[in-house]
């Protein structure tokens, strides 16, 4: 057999009892081809010149689901406790530290397997590499070509792809797109990226130069000055009827920030705005499914669907001044540590994930306020379920006031906080009472209110605890030691009066009254 050398370099260095069993195998011409092409599959090589044509149509598609599912299964090496495998020295032929390709280049064979539907020549790409190349939809992949050599720079299965999105791109001095193609909504960590590839290119909204596209009926030219939308969406349309397509739309949402010095292909408006998640900047796109955060790579999608709940899926803060933050919460996948576990036979409660989004310009706040209303009900909710009853519901509360805090500012909330204050039960309501009657006098004498609202308040306990039952003696507040009894400064000037009466007499006092009255 010709094309056996990958097996029968292998044999001889495999363990004795494995090389033993694998020969007495290859007696038969059969199972020789087939643990050949099984070798070329796991390695990464061209299927043999023999195969049939079922399996070559396959072939780079499933060899890059075994890489990935092998990928998961491969344990660190026992000699480094953090998994990491260093790189030879003397290694001079190693290239750890360049970027690795989505998948193995493809050969002319594999090419030739793979029809192409619809290209873009000479279009700047960010992910998965960073360079102009040639973006080809084709039959079971997208590949990206060098313009200048032909060589396939990397490769994307078209079964992965999940979403596509259309963004005006910000930022531009001129009017620029972003397409923006996800397989995964979540970010990936580092680890996995390879297994969720992110396609990020843009174009100029109006040509600078003449664009180039290629279809089943041949090349096109697209004139210089002419729009280059269309050509995008009918790119898209190659993809995948299972690929879901999102343009942002103004109907949405709208910035209320227009950046100096900027142009916007939408020319009704930026359907997103710019905030920072940590210390990165980005933009969050507003759609009727969801929000995207992206632009940049690595970009990130939470439907609707996937949000926690009306009440807890996207929340703004209260805080005022320039800038305002974004929390989107995602629900936990199945057997995640962000469930609370519960007691019994109940289900376990989802804290989500949170994801917070900062240093947003105050003046987006109410274009927020209205997307989080009018999309709340369909919050963790997927498509053709039940819609939340209204009444369960929770209302989002109207932004706050997003101007300088003052004193006025902060007198006026506190007196919105006072009028939903509720005396307790157990006060009977008389210290409630007691408190609002002395307020309206307190312009007269405000030393004599403090004493009344002391004394009501023991005459509310003592009527509280006769309605209990006869006090105690022993348990008397005056049985206390050091306890004094009390009096309030109306009484005992009455009490004064009195004694003073009684020691002069009433005749001068009534003498005294009539003069004054004189």
Same mark, same amino acid.
């Given at each position: 057999?010709?094309?056996?050398?990958?097996?029968?370099?292998?044999?001889?260095?495999?363990?004795?009892?494995?090389?033993?069993?694998?020969?007495?195998?290859?007696?038969?011409?059969?199972?020789?081809?087939?643990?050949?092409?099984?070798?070329?599959?796991?390695?990464?090589?061209?299927?043999?010149?023999?195969?049939?044509?079922?399996?070559?149509?396959?072939?780079?598609?499933?060899?890059?689901?075994?890489?990935?599912?092998?990928?998961?299964?491969?344990?660190?090496?026992?000699?480094?406790?953090?998994?990491?495998?260093?790189?030879?020295?003397?290694?001079?032929?190693?290239?750890?530290?360049?970027?690795?390709?989505?998948?193995?280049?493809?050969?002319?064979?594999?090419?030739?397997?793979?029809?192409?539907?619809?290209?873009?020549?000479?279009?700047?790409?960010?992910?998965?590499?960073?360079?102009?190349?040639?973006?080809?939809?084709?039959?079971?992949?997208?590949?990206?070509?060098?313009?200048?050599?032909?060589?396939?720079?990397?490769?994307?299965?078209?079964?992965?792809?999940?979403?596509?999105?259309?963004?005006?791109?910000?930022?531009?001095?001129?009017?620029?797109?972003?397409?923006?193609?996800?397989?995964?909504?979540?970010?990936?960590?580092?680890?996995?990226?390879?297994?969720?590839?992110?396609?990020?290119?843009?174009?100029?909204?109006?040509?600078?130069?003449?664009?180039?596209?290629?279809?089943?009926?041949?090349?096109?030219?697209?004139?210089?000055?002419?729009?280059?939308?269309?050509?995008?969406?009918?790119?898209?349309?190659?993809?995948?009827?299972?690929?879901?397509?999102?343009?942002?739309?103004?109907?949405?949402?709208?910035?209320?920030?227009?950046?100096?010095?900027?142009?916007?292909?939408?020319?009704?408006?930026?359907?997103?705005?710019?905030?920072?998640?940590?210390?990165?900047?980005?933009?969050?796109?507003?759609?009727?499914?969801?929000?995207?955060?992206?632009?940049?790579?690595?970009?990130?999608?939470?439907?609707?669907?996937?949000?926690?709940?009306?009440?807890?899926?996207?929340?703004?803060?209260?805080?005022?001044?320039?800038?305002?933050?974004?929390?989107?919460?995602?629900?936990?996948?199945? #057997?995640? @540590?962000?469930?609370?576990?519960?007691? %019994? +036979? &109940? $289900? /376990? *409660? =989802?804290?989500?994930?949170?994801?917070?989004?900062?240093?947003?310009?105050?003046?987006?706040?109410?274009?927020?306020?209205?997307?989080?209303?009018?999309?709340?009900?369909?919050?963790?909710?997927?498509?053709?379920?039940?819609?939340?009853?209204?009444?369960?519901?929770?209302?989002?509360?109207?932004?706050?006031?997003?101007?300088?805090?003052?004193?006025?500012?902060?007198?006026?909330?506190?007196?919105?906080?006072?009028?939903?204050?509720?005396?307790?039960?157990?006060?009977?309501?008389?210290?409630?009472?007691?408190?609002?009657?002395?307020?309206? #006098?307190? @312009?007269?004498?405000?030393?004599?209110? %403090? +004493? &009344? $609202? /002391? *004394? =009501?308040?023991?005459?509310?306990?003592?009527?509280?605890?006769?309605?209990?039952?006869?006090?105690?003696?022993?348990?008397?507040?005056?049985?206390?030691?050091?306890?004094?009894?009390?009096?309030?400064?109306?009484?005992?000037?009455?009490?004064?009066?009195?004694?003073?009466?009684?020691?002069?007499?009433?005749?001068?006092?009534?003498?005294?009254?009539?003069?004054?009255?004189?």
């Amino acid at each position: 057999m010709a094309d056996a050398q990958f097996l029968r370099t292998l044999v001889p260095a495999l363990p004795t009892e494995l090389a033993k069993t694998l020969r007495t195998l290859c007696f038969i011409p059969s199972n020789e081809l087939f643990l050949e092409n099984f070798v070329r599959l796991l390695t990464g090589a061209d299927c043999t010149s023999d195969a049939s044509q079922t399996l070559r149509d396959e072939w780079a598609v499933k060899q890059l689901a075994t890489r990935q599912a092998l990928a998961g299964l491969v344990k660190p090496p026992a000699n480094e406790p953090n998994g990491a495998v260093k790189r030879p020295i003397d290694d001079a032929t190693a290239e750890g530290s360049k970027r690795q390709r989505v998948s193995p280049p493809e050969t002319s064979t594999d090419l030739a397997s793979d029809p192409v539907q619809f290209t873009l020549h000479a279009v700047s790409t960010t992910s998965p590499v960073r360079k102009k190349v040639n973006i080809s939809i084709r039959k079971t992949s997208v590949t990206f070509t060098n313009p200048s050599s032909g060589n396939v720079e990397a490769t994307v299965p078209l079964w992965s792809l999940k979403r596509a999105f259309i963004l005006p791109t910000r930022g531009k001095t001129k009017a620029h797109w972003t397409v923006v193609i996800l397989s995964s909504d979540v970010t990936e960590k580092s680890a996995a990226k390879d297994d969720s590839p992110q396609i990020i290119f843009g174009l100029d909204a109006t040509t600078t130069a003449p664009l180039y596209t290629t279809s089943a009926n041949g090349k096109d030219t697209h004139a210089k000055g002419s729009p280059s939308l269309p050509a995008i969406r009918t790119f898209l349309s190659n993809l995948p009827k299972g690929v879901a397509q999102h343009e942002p739309s103004t109907d949405e949402f709208k910035s209320s920030v227009n950046q100096l010095g900027s142009s916007s292909a939408s020319t009704t408006g930026v359907p997103g705005l710019e905030a920072y998640r940590a210390a990165k900047q980005g933009n969050l796109w507003f759609t009727k499914d969801g929000l995207l955060w992206g632009e940049s790579k690595p970009c990130e999608f939470w439907a609707l669907e996937d949000l926690l709940n009306p009440s807890e899926g996207v929340r703004l803060s209260p805080g005022s001044g320039r800038v305002f933050s974004v929390t989107v919460v995602r629900k936990s996948p199945p #057997n995640d @540590d962000n469930k609370m576990q519960v007691e %019994g +036979d &109940e $289900e /376990e *409660e =989802d804290m989500g994930i949170e994801t917070e989004l900062g240093m947003i310009d105050s003046r987006e706040r109410d274009g927020v306020y209205d997307w989080v209303r009018k999309h709340q009900n369909m919050f963790g909710r997927k498509p053709g379920d039940a819609p939340v009853p209204e009444s369960a519901t929770p209302k989002v509360k109207a932004p706050a006031h997003g101007g300088p805090m003052t004193i006025r500012s902060l007198a006026l909330d506190s007196d919105s906080e006072d009028e939903d204050f509720h005396g307790s039960d157990s006060d009977g309501g008389s210290g409630k009472g007691s408190g609002s009657e002395d307020s309206d #006098n307190e @312009d007269e004498d405000e030393d004599k209110d %403090g +004493d &009344e $609202e /002391e *004394e =009501d308040a023991e005459g509310s306990l003592d009527e509280d605890e006769d309605a209990d039952g006869e006090l105690d003696p022993a348990r008397h507040p005056l049985m206390r030691p050091g306890a004094m009894p009390k009096m309030s400064k109306a009484v005992m000037d009455a009490v004064v009066g009195m004694v003073e009466e009684d020691l002069i007499g009433g005749g001068e006092g009534d003498e005294e009254v009539d003069e004054l009255d004189d």
